[in-house]
């Protein structure tokens, strides 16, 4: 069956922004020390695709044995987010990631991101391309809960689906919903899906090829 529907995730797969958030989580606990700092940016670069809310609870709440509320995890977003949304902006864009969108009408468009759903849509106006995509679909719910939500809402099989990421979360999303995958090779994903034979690419330049590939 045709690949009609194409789930985007956003950072190092449209946009070279992956080093943004990793500086941004080192800055926000370098007062804890340069160790504890380095600890967070460890763990952040190995769950890159989970959402910042989770780390949040396992940063400040396990490591920092702090009182996790619903507010404090709203003040720490807040602050993260003032940190990175002007970064993402004027990040450069995943080569060929442009061209691939401007060419690629027959395809139906959604973002599904580790960035706040109220965060990626501002960010994704910012940058010209909200018009690219149906719709952008964030954090705080996870990555499979959108995935599984598109195929019910837009009554999708799930072998005309698929999803283009760079973390194993966005690996995991696909496979638990059934559809294929497509991995952005980056340096950090080299290091993580070592194992990985499935659907690859360098960058965007090679999108239309490997879609025609898999359509047979």
Known sequence: MK???????????????????????????????EEFAQRV?????????????EKFKIFNGQWLGEEITSKKIDDLANIFSNLVVDGVVNAEE???????????????????TGTPTVEIKPILKKRGMNHYFKEAF???EKKGFWVKYILKMENIKPDECVFIGDALADYNAAT???????????????KLFKDYKGYALKDMTGMHALLNKMNG
């Open 94 to 112: 995943v080569k060929g990631a442009k061209e691939f969108l401007d060419s690629s009408s027959e395809y139906v468009k959604f973002i599904i």
């Open 41 to 53: 940016v460890d763990f952040h670069v190995a769950n890159g695709g989970v959402s910042r809310y």
């Open 138 to 140: 964030g954090s705080p």
């Open 3 to 33: 690949k009609k529907y194409l789930l985007f995730d956003f950072d190092g797969v449209l946009a070279e922004s992956v080093d943004i958030k990793t500086e941004a989580f080192r800055k926000m606990y370098m007062s804890y020390g």
């Open 176 to 190: 638990e919903n059934n559809i294929d995958f497509i991995l952005r090779e980056t340096d950090l994903a080299a």
